[in-house]
């Protein structure tokens, strides 16, 4: 098993609706974890820390931790058209990234 | 204050040739790390350095190396190219090596090995 697993597809959502993307890792170690947002082309940008259990919310993004179950999911509220990138998670250590979840956002 | 700087951007080489790529990180900045990043593998771990020490390296063969200078720029080298070396280089800085500190991208140096 990969160390940081994001095993969905890509994930067509219309514009102003949830987008839902999850995240399992395997090593229980990880204390916390970073969601990237990576656009066509360029190179991925920190868009979300999470450092405990439970869940973070800036601005239309929602990071859930849970340790228990060993996984990491970002919520996307009323997604837009700019929101159309592949998110990337990563542990603490940033030794592992999943491969990423594609997400276009439909007008 | 500028980003993360990456030389060359884009590189063509042949089998068996070497290639070394730059990367200089955020001022302050004293910790560096470098990804190969293929759309069939995703974005995978090569080195980290930090104050010139290597930290951690991935799962790459020896053909991949790196080093960091005093001034906390970095260069990674890559002997004797191979087709499947063919990717997009990602190289990060943060400020130290706390779990807390951002980690910053540069561009990338996109190798094409033909």
């Known amino acids: 098993q990969k160390e940081v697993e994001q095993n969905s597809g890509p994930l067509s959502v219309p514009e102003g609706a949830i987008a839902s993307l999850n995240c399992t890792y395997s090593?229980?170690?990880?204390?916390?974890f970073f969601w990237y947002r990576q656009y066509s082309g360029k190179s991925p940008e920190l868009i979300m820390s999470?450092?405990?259990?439970g869940d973070k919310e800036d601005g239309r993004f929602t990071a859930q931790l849970n340790k228990a179950s060993q996984y990491v999911s970002l919520l996307i509220r009323d997604s837009q058209p700019s929101d159309s990138a592949t998110y990337l998670c990563?542990?603490?250590?940033?030794?592992?990234f999943g491969k990423g979840n594609q997400v276009v956002v439909i007008p | 204050k500028a980003g993360v700087t990456q030389t060359p951007r884009y590189l063509i080489k042949t089998r068996g040739q070497q290639v070394t790529l730059s990367c200089s990180p955020i001022?302050?900045?004293?910790?560096v790390s470098w990804y190969q990043q293929t759309p069939g593998q995703g974005l995978q771990f090569l080195f980290e350095?930090?104050?010139?020490?290597?930290?951690n390296k991935g799962n790459f063969p020896g053909r991949f190396s790196g080093r960091q200078f005093s001034n906390s720029r970095s260069e990674m080298n890559v002997s004797t190219l191979e087709l499947g070396d063919s990717a997009l280089y990602l190289c990060?800085?943060?400020?130290?090596?706390?779990?807390?500190?951002?980690?910053?991208f540069g561009p990338g140096t996109r190798l094409t090995v033909l």
């Open positions: 990060a800085s943060r400020l130290g090596t706390a779990s807390t500190d951002t980690q910053y």
């Open positions: 090593d229980r170690g990880s204390q916390s």
């Open positions: 999470i450092y405990s259990n």
């Open positions: 990563a542990p603490n250590n940033r030794l592992a």
């Open positions: 001022s302050g900045h004293r910790s």
């Open positions: 350095y930090f104050s010139e020490t290597q930290r």
